[in-house]
């Protein structure tokens, strides 16, 4: 990870999903695939051709979604925040960094088990109100970055927070 003073620089830091978010979200789909499939290869049981039918269905939907989850890239730019996704349609929702307003960090029981969480960013953004990136490695530090760089881009703009409290 690169370091708050690097926030100058035009490069780019793209972030992927960890695969292993693939495996927490399609347990349950995982499991039926598996047991459709020791179904349908057992003998001597009712309407075999059924396991495999939902081995194979449940199969081509699990590898569309892995396929899409492999396709998702973040890239935090110096100004933006950018959203790939999609397989066989691409959509890129694009974030303005001073607009983003709110960060959260969460993990599920699953995604603490695997050391993996989601960062969930919160703009003023009309598109795009919450982006949430899903799969990210909890030792990786996007909160400091991102925060770095939106502080930059507010000052740079000069746009300054006001609050009544």
Same mark, same amino acid.
């Given at each position: 990870?690169?370091t708050?003073?690097?926030?100058s &620089?035009?490069?780019?830091?793209?972030l992927r999903?960890?695969?292993? &978010?693939?495996?927490l979200?399609?347990?349950?789909?995982?499991?039926?695939?598996?047991?459709?499939g +020791?179904?349908?290869?057992?003998?001597d049981?009712?309407?075999?051709?059924a396991?495999v039918?939902?081995?194979?269905?449940?199969?081509?939907?699990?590898?569309?979604r892995?396929?899409c989850?492999c396709?998702i890239r973040?890239?935090?730019?110096?100004?933006?925040?950018?959203?790939?996704r999609?397989?066989?349609?691409?959509?890129v929702d =694009?974030m303005?960094l001073?607009?983003?307003?709110?960060? &959260?960090?969460?993990q599920?029981?699953?995604q603490?088990?695997c050391?993996?969480?989601?960062?969930?960013i919160?703009?003023?953004?009309r598109?795009?109100?919450?982006?949430?990136?899903t799969?990210?490695r909890r030792?990786d530090? +996007?909160?400091?970055l991102?925060?770095?760089?939106?502080?930059?881009?507010?000052?740079k703009?000069?746009? =300054?927070? +006001?609050?009544?409290h």
């Open positions: 990870m690169r708050a003073s690097d926030i &620089q035009p490069e780019s830091l793209v999903p960890h695969r292993m &978010q693939f495996v979200d399609e347990l349950p789909a995982l499991a039926v695939c598996c047991a459709g +020791i179904y349908g290869g057992l003998e049981m009712p309407f075999p051709i396991g039918a939902v081995f194979l269905c449940l199969s081509l939907v699990l590898l569309y892995f396929l989850l396709r973040y890239r935090i730019g110096s100004e933006q925040l950018v959203c790939e999609g397989l066989l349609v691409r959509k =694009y303005e001073y607009r983003v307003v709110d960060f &959260q960090e969460h599920s029981l699953m603490q088990l050391g993996l969480k989601t960062v969930r919160f703009s003023t953004d598109n795009t109100p919450r982006l949430d990136l799969g990210m030792k530090d +996007i909160v400091p991102i925060r770095s760089r939106v502080e930059y881009n507010k000052r703009k000069g746009i =300054y927070e +006001i609050t009544n």
